[in-house]
């Protein structure tokens, strides 16, 4: 027997999918971003790095020396970055929450009645918000005060490692683009491979990143190309300046 959950009816009559609702979705698409951010920040910085050293010089070792080490130091700063920063949110959640819970037992009726108005506030009306705010709260206050007033889940809060292992694991695949693609090719073509290798990645990370944010994919992969490939040019001809300086 179908259910609302399963499928709803459009004014024409016909059925489709209901779209899913899950509690962790939010969770899902923080470090889903974030692996994506890692993958675009792996591409763009290690190209850079790589296309730099290239200008300085033709010697394969010193090119594949840099774009490990910028690799391996760039995945750990990001994943610690990402552990920090979503500590931090975390630890700020557990805080209003534990402030909730306090609120609830010092003054439950006060904390009702400002339940009652949050929804009165959407558009319910004032019976309807007193109920909704009752049952709510008889049902489980803590999540329901923690949906309404501050956003979260109590059950689901953001993973900090979940966010630091996509960071680092995105950012070296990311990076491995450009490493490999100018590592193998002869010495002639390197930099060109590079380039056409980055630009094919800085594509997907953009149609990828504008996809998870709802947003335009077109302007989402121009920014990435224009960013990438402007970063490229610049660290190859510091490069070429210095290597002639050097040389």
């Keep these: 027997m179908s259910t609302e959950r399963d499928a709803a009816v459009t004014p024409e009559g016909a059925t489709h999918e209901g779209e899913p609702h899950h509690n962790g979705?939010?969770?899902?698409?923080?470090?889903?971003r974030a692996g994506v951010l890692g993958a675009n920040d792996g591409i763009i910085s290690t190209a850079g790095l790589v296309v730099g050293v290239a200008g300085a010089t033709a010697d394969r070792t010193a090119i594949l020396a840099a774009g490990v080490a910028g690799l391996v130091a760039g995945a750990l700063s990001m994943a610690g970055g990402e552990?920090?920063?979503?500590?931090?949110?975390?630890?700020?959640?557990?805080?209003?929450?534990?402030?909730?819970?306090?609120?609830?037992r010092e003054m439950p009726e006060a904390e009702e009645r400002e339940l009652a108005e949050i929804y009165e506030e959407k558009g319910l009306s004032p019976e309807l918000a007193a109920r909704v705010a009752r049952e709510l709260t008889e049902k489980d206050a803590l999540h329901a005060h923690a949906d309404a007033e501050l956003g979260i889940d109590p059950d689901n809060l953001t993973s900090p490692w979940q966010a630091a292992w996509a960071s680092f694991v995105s950012f070296a695949v990311g990076a491995l683009i450009p490493l490999v693609a100018i590592a193998l090719p002869p010495v002639d073509v390197r930099v060109w491979a590079c380039i056409v290798a980055v630009v094919v990645g800085l594509v997907l990370t953009g149609a990828i990143s504008a996809r998870l944010g709802n947003a335009s994919a077109r302007r989402a992969v121009v920014r990435n190309v224009v960013v990438g490939t402007l970063a490229m040019v610049v660290t190859y001809f510091v490069g070429v300046l210095f290597g002639v300086t050097v040389g």
Excluded: H
Aim: net charge neutral; hydrophobic share 40%; glycine share 0%.
């Design 25 to 32: 979705l939010a969770n899902r698409l923080n470090w889903l």
């Design 83 to 104: 552990y920090v920063s979503v500590s931090t949110q975390r630890d700020t959640e557990r805080a209003a929450l534990r402030l909730e819970e306090r609120e609830l």
